[in-house]
């Protein structure tokens, strides 16, 4: 098994032989089985070991073993203690989720502290099976059938060719010992069940199970890559504007596609939707329907599908600005004060006003119904309802509106029109310049 895992590492992982390496170890065959072979390459590597505190006394026992282990290989060791249970409770995980974001959360920091180039674990064949029928019992898309990748950033699972018995038996011939967890055996979680009652039945049907299964999975995974060229065609066809903060897509450009439904999938997937056909629902919609993720929100306009961020709670909050602000944060962006001689109206993100005619404190807020100001340039006043009705401002354009107010009047519809019972004269004396900044 040496030869063939160095074969694999001179054909399809050479940059490992020039990296500072951290192997995530547990004690058990398959991170110690990764460890031998690394160090037998003579690859630089250190071992990072976590101690959940889930087993007690065996828990420990682990972390003495690899502690024993790194000493024996005279190898650089980190370990780290959690109170796994208190997290899982206090973000509201299971306690193997729990499990999983401490352990990559600390390998993460490890990294970047101690600048090691990559991250190794020691995920094999049979767990990318399990993976993989773990995901088709669930119900998931090409990506989750395409199984745990070899190289995915700085992690890297180098031992994903090879069979957990093929490890067992290199363990064996070698007198390399390993530690047992004994929550492995028990048939409680989902992937234990798989591994100890539904894969032996698979593999005794078919005992070259393994093997076919990775000619799957490489066949998926070329497939993938044709769907991904083919969603960036789309993609060219479909957008119509992009900003920072929202995508528009042709609902007509969609419905010329094949599959509407598999296309808005592969396009929208990465934004955590879930209601599938509520968003195919959308393209016959009425002007207004949404679908909300726990991030992003899609919203029906016109002809068009609009993508935007949902933004967090504490930026949708009024804000109350003094006299003396020269700067302040807002969910459009950094609003800047100072006093000018000089005027420029050709940016829609800077107004001009008569600074005397101001009563402060000013306030940031979002629009409400009944609101209506004196658009600059008119003498009469208009509701903002029928401005944006006037201005064919979309639903979200709409929600996002924000005014500046000077003792509930409005000032500026920002970004947009300011109001014209502020605007500078030949009598103005002082003459305050406010201008937005977009965040970058």
């Given at each position: 098994?040496?030869?063939?895992?160095?074969?694999?590492?001179?054909?399809?992982?050479?940059?490992?032989?020039?990296?500072?390496?951290?192997?995530?170890?547990?004690?058990?065959?398959?991170?110690?089985?990764?460890?031998?072979?690394?160090?037998?390459?003579?690859?630089?590597?250190?071992?990072?070991?976590?101690?959940?505190?889930?087993?007690?006394?065996?828990?420990?026992?682990?972390?003495?073993?690899?502690?024993?282990?790194?000493?024996?290989?005279?190898?650089?060791?980190?370990?780290?203690?959690?109170?796994?249970?208190?997290?899982?409770?206090?973000?509201?995980?299971?306690?193997?989720?729990?499990?999983?974001?401490?352990?990559?959360?600390?390998?993460?920091?490890?990294?970047?502290?101690?600048?090691?180039?990559?991250?190794?674990?020691?995920?094999?064949?049979?767990?990318?099976?399990?993976?993989?029928?773990?995901?088709?019992s669930r119900g998931t898309g090409l990506e989750g059938l395409t199984g745990i990748p070899e190289i995915n950033g700085k992690?890297?699972?180098?031992?994903?060719?090879?069979?957990?018995?093929?490890?067992?038996?290199?363990?064996?011939?070698?007198?390399?010992?390993?530690?047992?967890?004994?929550?492995?055996?028990?048939?409680?979680?989902?992937?234990?069940?798989?591994?100890?009652?539904?894969?032996?039945?698979?593999?005794?049907?078919?005992?070259?199970?393994?093997?076919?299964?990775?000619?799957?999975?490489?066949?998926?995974?070329?497939?993938?890559?044709?769907?991904?060229?083919?969603?960036?065609?789309?993609?060219?066809?479909?957008?119509?504007?992009?900003?920072?903060?929202?995508?528009?897509?042709?609902?007509?450009?969609?419905?010329?596609?094949?599959?509407?439904?598999?296309?808005?999938?592969?396009?929208?997937?990465?934004?955590?939707?879930?209601?599938?056909?509520?968003?195919?629902?959308?393209?016959?919609?009425?002007?207004?329907?949404?679908?909300?993720?726990?991030?992003?929100?899609?919203?029906?306009?016109?002809?068009?599908?609009?993508?935007?961020?949902?933004r967090s709670g504490d930026l949708l909050k009024s804000i109350v600005i003094a006299q003396e602000t020269k700067n302040v944060?807002?969910?459009?962006?950094?609003?800047?004060?100072?006093?000018?001689?000089s005027l420029d109206t050709s940016s829609k993100s800077t107004i001009y006003v008569d600074k005397d005619l101001l009563k402060?404190?000013?306030?940031?807020?979002?629009?409400?119904?009944?609101?209506?100001?004196?658009?600059?340039?008119?003498?009469?006043?208009?509701?903002?309802?029928?401005?944006?009705?006037?201005?064919?401002?979309?639903?979200?354009?709409?929600?996002?509106?924000?005014?500046?107010?000077?003792?509930?009047?409005?000032?500026?519809?920002?970004?947009?029109?300011?109001?014209?019972?502020?605007?500078?004269?030949?009598?103005?004396?002082?003459?305050?310049?406010?201008?937005?900044?977009?965040?970058?």
């Amino acid at each position: 098994m040496l030869k063939a895992f160095q074969n694999h590492i001179e054909q399809n992982l050479k940059f490992l032989r020039e990296a500072k390496v951290l192997i995530a170890i547990s004690g058990g065959l398959d991170s110690v089985i990764l460890t031998h072979l690394c160090k037998d390459l003579k690859l630089n590597i250190s071992l990072a070991h976590c101690n959940f505190n889930l087993r007690g006394n065996e828990s420990d026992a682990d972390e003495e073993f690899v502690l024993q282990l790194a000493e024996d290989l005279e190898l650089e060791v980190f370990v780290e203690n959690f109170d796994t249970e208190t997290f899982a409770k206090d973000h509201k995980l299971s306690t193997q989720m729990a499990a999983r974001a401490l352990r990559y959360h600390w390998f993460q920091e490890l990294a970047e502290q101690l600048q090691f180039d990559y991250i190794l674990t020691a995920h094999h064949a049979d767990d990318n099976l399990e993976t993989f029928l773990i995901n088709l019992s669930r119900g998931t898309g090409l990506e989750g059938l395409t199984g745990i990748p070899e190289i995915n950033g700085k992690v890297i699972r180098p031992l994903l060719n090879f069979s957990r018995e093929e490890l067992e038996t290199y363990a064996l011939e070698n007198k390399i010992a390993w530690t047992e967890d004994s929550s492995n055996a028990s048939t409680k979680y989902l992937r234990n069940k798989l591994r100890h009652d539904v894969i032996p039945v698979l593999k005794e049907i078919n005992p070259h199970l393994l093997q076919n299964f990775q000619k799957s999975q490489t066949y998926l995974q070329d497939s993938r890559v044709i769907v991904e060229d083919r969603i960036e065609q789309v993609l060219e066809k479909v957008v119509v504007r992009m900003s920072e903060n929202e995508i528009h897509f042709s609902i007509s450009n969609i419905k010329t596609l094949t599959n509407p439904k598999a296309y808005l999938y592969e396009i929208l997937k990465e934004y955590h939707f879930t209601e599938w056909q509520d968003i195919v629902d959308l393209l016959e919609a009425q002007t207004g329907k949404q679908v909300l993720s726990k991030s992003h929100r899609l919203l029906k306009n016109r002809d068009e599908l609009i993508l935007s961020h949902i933004r967090s709670g504490d930026l949708l909050k009024s804000i109350v600005i003094a006299q003396e602000t020269k700067n302040v944060k807002t969910a459009l962006g950094n609003l800047v004060f100072e006093i000018t001689e000089s005027l420029d109206t050709s940016s829609k993100s800077t107004i001009y006003v008569d600074k005397d005619l101001l009563k402060y404190p000013l306030t940031v807020r979002k629009w409400e119904k009944g609101d209506y100001f004196y658009p600059f340039g008119m003498e009469n006043k208009k509701k903002l309802s029928k401005f944006f009705k006037d201005e064919k401002f979309s639903m979200l354009e709409k929600e996002n509106t924000w005014l500046l107010c000077s003792n509930n009047d409005v000032v500026w519809v920002m970004n947009h029109r300011a109001d014209n019972r502020f605007k500078t004269t030949n009598n103005t004396k002082s003459i305050l310049k406010i201008s937005l900044h977009n965040e970058t």
